[in-house]
């Protein structure tokens, strides 16, 4: 078994105990906040990569309910718990290294905490990807955990009794990859917090797609 597919597995299997720990999960807030005030004012097409169980979903269209919100994950259990907790939203089983396959542009693209789980190389691409589906001007939302990339490799999960590889990437290399797709860099954040007895430092970066 590849390391993607073992560490959706695992995710799978903790779909509730996720959505549990998460769906009011403040620290995380702020930057959805921050993201909410660079969106267009009025209706609007969100694309939702790695949505899990639909706790980010839930607090954006409370938020902003005149959001169309189409969220992709690749574990079953979290896209049925997504589907029960917004039901006014559209979710699909998906691989976001697909998402050109959706042949849709979005004015906005929320990816939190999705790179983490891709190697340099799809994660490249999925940046790369995610500006093609940006409307001009759009605004991207990306997270992922800091650290060296020489700590990558698999954590252990209690809870699923299972493990996920964590890849880490260099910000420095990020901010290239935004900056060559043709994203400008809004913001970055820098949160930390305790996960699985580990302190971990969370980057969020706001970016936006130039206008034509």
């Not at 639909?54 to 919100?69: M, T």
């Not at 650290?147 to 252990?156: A, E, L, T």
């Not at 996920?164 to 860099?185: P, R, T």
Request: charged content about 20%; overall charge negative.
């Amino acid at each position: 078994m590849d390391k993607y597919q073992k560490t959706i597995e695992t995710f799978n299997n903790v779909a509730a105990a996720y959505w549990e720990k998460f769906k009011d999960f403040a620290l995380y807030q702020s930057t959805y906040d921050d993201f909410i005030e660079h969106l267009s004012i009025g209706e609007l097409d969100l694309l939702e990569i790695a949505c899990g169980p639909g706790h980010v979903s839930q607090y954006l269209l409370a938020k902003r309910p005149a959001i169309n919100l189409l969220g992709i994950d690749l574990a079953p259990k979290m896209i049925e718990l997504a589907r029960q907790h917004n039901q006014q939203a559209m979710y699909q089983i998906m691989d976001c290294r697909m998402i050109i396959s959706l042949n849709q542009s979005f004015d906005a693209i929320m990816c939190g905490f999705c790179i983490p789980y891709l190697n340099w190389s799809d994660s490249q691409k999925l940046i790369q990807d995610m500006c093609h589906c940006l409307v001009p001007g759009g605004t991207l939302y990306i997270s992922y955990t800091e650290g060296d990339i020489s700590q990558s490799g698999y954590q252990g999960s209690q809870s699923a009794k299972g493990s996920i590889y964590v890849h880490y990437h260099d910000i420095n290399a990020i901010e290239q990859c935004l900056k060559q797709s043709g994203l400008q860099i809004i913001s970055i954040k820098r949160l930390t917090h305790v996960h699985n007895q580990q302190t971990t430092k969370d980057v969020f970066i706001l970016a936006k797609k130039a206008q034509t």
